[in-house]
């Protein structure tokens, strides 16, 4: 019986700590993939990413497969 309470409370004690990291998320990803009108992929096209709000702004290049993509961007719109 004590066992089992003490496995109680660590896996309280785990989802505690998971949950609490989770909800306190403050960053983000962008990513995609540039593409023409035909679905062509675009390479070293100029990408930016914007929150009017903050005047927060990141820029970046997309590679050769046309791929780009923003980390570690401040949560916002």
Do not use: C
Request: hydrophobic fraction near 40%; charge should be positive; glycine fraction near 12%.
């Amino acid at each position: 019986m004590k066992k089992n309470f003490i496995r109680l409370v660590l896996l309280f004690g785990a989802l505690f700590v998971f949950t609490s990291v989770a909800l306190g998320q403050t960053t983000g990803t962008i990513s995609g993939t540039v593409q023409d009108q035909s679905g062509a992929v675009v390479a070293g096209a100029s990408v930016k990413a914007q929150n009017p709000a903050t005047s927060f702004t990141r820029e970046t290049t997309s590679g050769t497969n046309g791929f780009y993509r923003f980390d570690q961007l401040p949560v916002g719109t």
